[in-house]
């Protein structure tokens, strides 16, 4: 079959099909999985690719993943080619240095050889709960180097011709401390990566092995054109920015990110060039990572319909200087560079677009994937137990609508944990998860509120790891919106006495101490004096924003008894003040 006997309905058919199969994997990972991250959060992505290891279809879980999926299957091909890869295989590897994420995310791959060939391969990545190293969770906020953050997975086959390799199973589970979680977790996956197989079995019964190749490609091909042609659209240029991390973990020293984007014809560059060195701390960012955020970025703003496929990246290039912050040497330590550096780095890509296309491009969001991971000893079995969970905060306002609340933005969009769940599965209390109010950036149209999340430690000490930014360096806003309220790292003491910690934290907290994280609000889009004031007592009766701020930022005074705007006295006030 050549290229000419592609037609544009099957084309399309084929497309939806290989996404069809990529989120039924997802949904099969969901029923089976153990561990709260994955069955309740939805930490996780799972995947179609070519024999070449193209991605060909990505369920829509997790954008940070973008990146990570193509150049973990593309390393596994080099350490075991078609010829070393028989029928029931599986390779299991966490690896950062191969699969370009943090040890937690753990990657199963699956060849499917139909009729002696191999036709396609999937792959899933689901972050643990647990991969040892020197903190529960293993996300320490204080790690130097990659042997500190937990047991480092080689490429290697956990299943041979079909047949489980049980002594490499054991020898991952006896480094880790919720041993039962995990056990559970790798069947998920290795069931989310049969299902796969079944689906497309049956397509390759439908229409042949040789038909789903030639689509395979003609998916690419059709990606790789529709992006370029977006991306003509761009106004050409060379467009410049910059921004910061508060810290390593280690020190309180900004670093700094900055990225050169170059919109020319029809390809994109993203040149990280004057980026700062890697640091000591465990904010180094991968390439792999690097790559998933600048596509994250593009797409989002060129195409964001687009489906994930490796031909859609084709026509951006990136630049990542070795040994800096967004492409670090071996050992560097990487733990909780997805959580906030991946998200600085989406942060720059969009703020140089915004120079481009401001109309396409929302002020900046929370600015972090706010982790909260407490482990120990749970003190009536026994036995080990991880809470590990990451917060939403607030999105960036666009130029013509408000930031959504408390959500997870840019490069991650898992669920939260329901109160009940944390309760029942761990020795904690939660005291309080709410919107945080008058954290948001004032604006036209307003950035979204940050979160709150409060929790007590229940008859055990606990180690706890904290990692988020935006406390100091506010998220910004565009035209004229104002920055929000940034992040928060508390401890409350039996007594009620408050102490407030580093945002990026791991030590051990007591019995009956609360620990509690507010997350940073979302940029805010034009002048606040331009707000409708309908829109600001909505936002005062929501409970969203206080009589003083509505004065203070919006220019609008709100009587509290009608619960009405004075109009003549907020047109004094905004005619008075000039943004």
Known sequence: MTKEDVDPITLEVMRNAFQSIAEEMGAALIRTALSTNIKDRGDFSTAVYSPKGDLIAQAEHIPLHLGLMPSVVKSVLKKFPVKKLKQGDAVVTNDPYVSGSHLPDVSI????????????????????????????????????????????????????????????????????????????????????????????????????????????????????????ANIEKLPEGNYFFKDYLEGDGITDKLIKIQAEVSVKKNSVTVDFTGTEPQVKGSVNCTRPVTLACVYFAVKSVVDPTLPSSTGAYEPIKVITPAGSLVNPLFPAAVANANINTAQRVADVVLGALSIAVPEKVPAASAGSMNNFTIGGIHPDTGDYYSYVETYGGGQGAMFNLDGMDGVHTNMTNTGNAPVEVIETSYPLRVEKYSLVKDSEGPGKFRGGLGLCREITVLGHEAKVSLSSEREKIKPWGLAGGKSPKGSECTVILPCGKEKQLPIKFTGSIISENRIRLQTAGGGGNGNPFEREA?????????????IQRAKKEYGAVIDPDSLTVDKEKTDNIRRKITY
């Open 109 to 228: 791959i699956t060849p499917l050889f139909y009729k002696g060939k191999l036709t396609a391969i999937l792959a899933n990545l689901a972050h643990h709960i647990d991969v040892g190293g020197i903190t529960p969770c293993s996300m320490p906020a204080n790690s130097t180097e990659i042997f500190q953050e937990g047991i480092r997975i080689p490429p290697v086959k956990i299943k041979n011709k079909g047949k489980m390799n049980y002594d490499i199973l054991e020898l991952i589970i006896n480094n880790v401390r919720t041993k039962e979680e995990c056990y559970g977790d790798f069947f998920a996956q290795l069931a989310a990566n049969s299902v796969g197989e079944k689906r497309l079995i049956e397509l390759a019964d439908k229409y042949s092995p040789e038909k789903l190749l030639l689509y395979m490609d003609a998916i690419n091909g059709y990606a790789e054109k529709r992006m370029a």
């Open 534 to 546: 309908s829109r600001v007592l909505n936002d005062f009766k929501q409970g969203f924003i206080s």
